[in-house]
């Protein structure tokens, strides 16, 4: 039974390598349950198209000619509030890591994740998961545990962590078991205290002075 349009999860490929681009078309778009939208080249070309796309999920590399993945993100992440975004490289190193999270991105894999775990992983995200590579992840949460002189609370650490994660106010609101006012109180009272007034600017003060 063919799948429906419904039950398909859309996903464009932002890459400049050609290779590495065909073959993430392919295995998507041969895989039931998937639908490779549109690939690009680099950030400068894809901008305006995924806006109009609205994929699911952007797999995106960190290394592009002109505008590199970390800055795109920064740039289509207030227009696509409903897309996930998912680091796909063969940079590991912190401080790229954790500039990919600040900007929004929801997941981080290297370039040699096997390709049933990259499917994996696609679905991962648009179920509010956010799947990393794993020792990645253990990097993560080493670096987000809790700091004697942080100014944040026990609680307002958890909420950074999941915003650093990617997680909106409702998923934050539902791992958390809190309402989504209480959600929103304790994201004011985080900027309040770093003195700060987005997410990234949160996160990236919180990872530079290890507080989170």
Known sequence: MAETNKQMITVAIVEDDEEIRNV????IDRSPGFSCRQVFEN??????????????VVLMDVELPGIDGIDGILKLK???PETD???????DDDDTVFRSLAAGATGYLLKDTPPAKL???IREVTEGGSP???EIARRVTEFFRPKPDSPLSEREREVLYLLCEGHNYQTVANK?????????????????KLQVSSRAEAVAKAL?????
């Open 85 to 91: 975004f998912i680091m796909l490289t063969i940079r």
């Open 78 to 80: 207030d227009h696509l």
């Open 24 to 27: 993430l078309e392919i295995l």
């Open 208 to 212: 530079k002075n290890k507080w989170a």
């Open 132 to 134: 990393m590579t794993p």
């Open 119 to 121: 499917l994996s992983s």
């Open 176 to 192: 958390l078991f809190i309402s989504g006012h209480t959600v929103r109180a304790h994201i004011k009272n985080i900027y309040r």
């Open 43 to 56: 950030c400068e070309s894809a901008l305006e198209p995924i806006q109009k796309l609205q994929p699911d």
